[in-house]
């Protein structure tokens, strides 16, 4: 044990998971100071852990979960705007890596639901879009950046689920699959959650070999349904190393190994699923097998993804939630307009 991180190796990578308070956001004003709470709780985990390499605020920590703040167009923030300026100087101030959420304007539809890791120096390393907003109950644009990654401190490479995003495996999968070893999760949910929350942060990390750090935002802005902050890391085999509770603004903080992830995937033979999943039976077959059988995969990269029971489902708009209708389809994920780049590789 290393004592959540008071006891962190040299070549350790110290996390900082934030259960952040719910922001009550309104206005304007009410986004900018939760910018600049933002950066004043990464300031102070610093000052008191000088140790931290890495903090993962949570999904929602500067717009709130109230839907009248989502509608709002002039409470949305733009990548070069003010509150992300506020963020970046906080990290280039203490010299920390960090995550954060913002709900990004989009002048041709509804705002994306986006999250930034910015670098010790202040630099934005990753941008990603939620790719599978919660709906019916959210209302941003489906992301059209894929699933970046970038490397990290301490040898990691790091990529970034938000939120309903985790309950894919997909993307986690894809992640993985451009190199990432430590899987950042930041999260609103609420407790009815808990149980999909462990179970996905878990299986997220033992189907690819990575380390997971998930956090939620706790507390609740006075309408008494709390989210559950529930602060987890997971190591690659899936346990839990250490899980936090409903505390509202706690740091739940952990040491791990990024090199752990990356000898679990190049020594493992049993149970090495991300490596076996493109090489089935290779004791039976030089190489294995490297086909995919998998029907949905086909028929989703040709657009004709299509469920047995499609015609029978009651929900696939946003209209019982009280959102106007949605606007036609335009096209898929622009990986050219994206930027994705080959995956970097991991340290030796």
């Keep these: 044990m290393n004592l959540e991180g008071l006891n962190a190796g040299p070549g350790d990578l110290v996390l900082g998971l934030v259960q952040q308070q719910i922001p009550r956001v309104r206005t304007r004003a009410d986004v900018t100071a939760a ?8 300031r102070e985990a610093k000052a008191s852990m000088a140790s931290l390499d890495l903090l993962v605020f949570p999904e929602y920590g500067l717009h709130g979960l109230r839907k009248d703040s989502w509608s709002d167009d002039a409470l949305m923030c733009r990548i070069d705007g003010p509150e992300v300026d506020l963020l970046r100087a906080a990290c280039a101030e203490t010299g920390t890596w960090a995550l954060f959420s913002v ?38 644009e489906p992301g059209d950046l894929g699933v970046p990654v970038c490397a990290g401190p301490k040898g990691s490479v790091l990529g970034v689920l938000i939120c309903h995003d985790g309950m894919f495996p997909e993307m986690a999968r894809e992640a993985c699959y451009r190199g990432a070893n430590l899987l950042l999760r930041p999260a609103g949910y609420k407790f009815g ?8 942060n878990e299986a997220n990390a033992f189907c690819n070999l990575a380390f997971t750090a998930s956090v939620c935002l706790a507390g609740d802005d006075g309408n008494g349904f709390a989210s559950m902050g529930e602060a987890m890391v997971c190591d690659v085999d899936g346990t839990i190393l ?18 752990r992830s990356d000898r679990a995937r190049r020594e493992w033979g049993v149970e090495n699923n991300i490596y076996q999943l493109g090489h089935r039976g290779f004791t039976a077959v030089a190489g294995g097998a490297t ?20 015609d029978e ?17 335009t096209g898929t994920v622009d990986t050219a307009r994206a930027g994705l780049r080959s995956a970097p590789r991991p340290r030796q």
């Design 35 to 42: 910018a600049e709470r933002t950066a004043s709780a990464l």
């Design 103 to 140: 709900m990004e304007s989009n002048d041709r539809g509804a705002p994306f639901n986006t999250a930034l890791i910015v670098d010790a120096a202040g630099e934005i390393a990753l941008k990603i879009r939620k790719l599978h907003p919660w709906t019916p109950k959210e209302p941003w």
């Design 193 to 200: 959650l808990r149980q999909s929350w462990r179970i996905t």
């Design 242 to 259: 250490v899980r936090g509770d409903a505390s509202a603004d706690r740091i739940v903080t952990a040491a791990i190994d990024p090199a």
């Design 291 to 310: 086909d995919a059988p998998y029907t949905y995969m086909h028929d989703l990269a040709a657009g004709r993804y299509r469920l047995p029971w499609e």
């Design 313 to 329: 489902v009651r929900v696939t708009d946003g209209t019982g939630e009280g959102y106007g209708p949605p606007r036609p389809p």
